[in-house]
């Protein structure tokens, strides 16, 4: 299967801030690689896909790139209803998997 | 507008099994494939299969290949995800996605079974 890596694994920032996430993937993906929000209780809510792709309902300040076995998601600037856990996930094999999630926190 | 409704929550004993439906409106059913995800407590998201709506055939995870079986109504419109052989760390929220290309673009609101003796 192929393992997906966020790092880091949480982060604390402050409204304003630039937040940088960053996804591995232990092969190549080329650009299958999407990203979702989900707050705590609620569904994930897809971001981002293919990866640099978003939803029309999705604020400008998201931007993915990437392609192969490196990806980020960018926050330019961090807003309070954007403190959730931030998730990637291959679809390149027939086998999807998600990475283990980035937490982002208020400081 | 799409929809997926699952079925209610579940408590089950170790050692038995769980199936959970996923009934889907506002698109055509058979032209998407539906995945099945499980959040355990806290943890992370686990992709656990899928099932081609239009043809039958089924996908899954490595961890779970032996245990999970994912299956159709589509006359019904509904998605199954049936788990054998319970264990507590199969305690979990289960949702079923909708993939659109290559994405999971509509959610269900999610199932909590829980596993306990």
């Known amino acids: 299967d192929i393992q997906m890596t966020q790092s880091p694994s949480s982060l604390s920032a402050s409204v304003g801030d630039r937040v940088t996430i960053t996804c591995r993937a232990s092969?190549?993906?080329?650009?299958?690689l999407n990203w979702y929000q989900q707050k705590p209780g609620k569904t994930p809510k897809l971001l981002i896909h293919g990866p640099s792709n978003f939803r029309s309902e999705v604020p400008s300040r998201f931007s993915g790139n990437g392609s192969g076995t490196e990806f980020t998601l960018t926050i330019r600037s961090l807003q309070p209803d954007d403190f959730a856990t931030y998730y990637c996930q291959q679809t390149f094999s027939s086998l999807w998997t998600f990475g283990q999630g980035t937490k982002v926190e208020i400081k | 507008q799409v929809h997926l409704v699952q079925s209610g929550a579940e408590v089950k004993k170790p050692g038995a099994s769980v199936k959970v439906s996923c009934k889907a409106s506002g698109y055509t059913f058979r032209n998407h494939l539906m995945h099945w995800v499980r959040q355990a407590p806290g943890q992370r998201l686990e992709w656990m299969g899928w099932i081609n709506v239009g043809n039958g055939d089924t996908k899954y995870s490595r961890n779970l290949q032996d245990r999970v079986s994912i299956t159709k109504d589509t006359s019904a419109s509904t998605t199954y995800m049936e788990l054998s052989n319970l264990r507590s760390e199969d305690t979990a929220v289960y949702y079923c996605?909708?993939?659109?290309?290559?994405?999971?673009?509509?959610w269900g609101q999610g199932t909590l079974v829980t596993v306990s003796s």
């Open positions: 092969q190549r993906v080329s650009t299958y």
């Open positions: 996605a909708r993939s659109g290309y290559f994405v999971n673009d509509h």
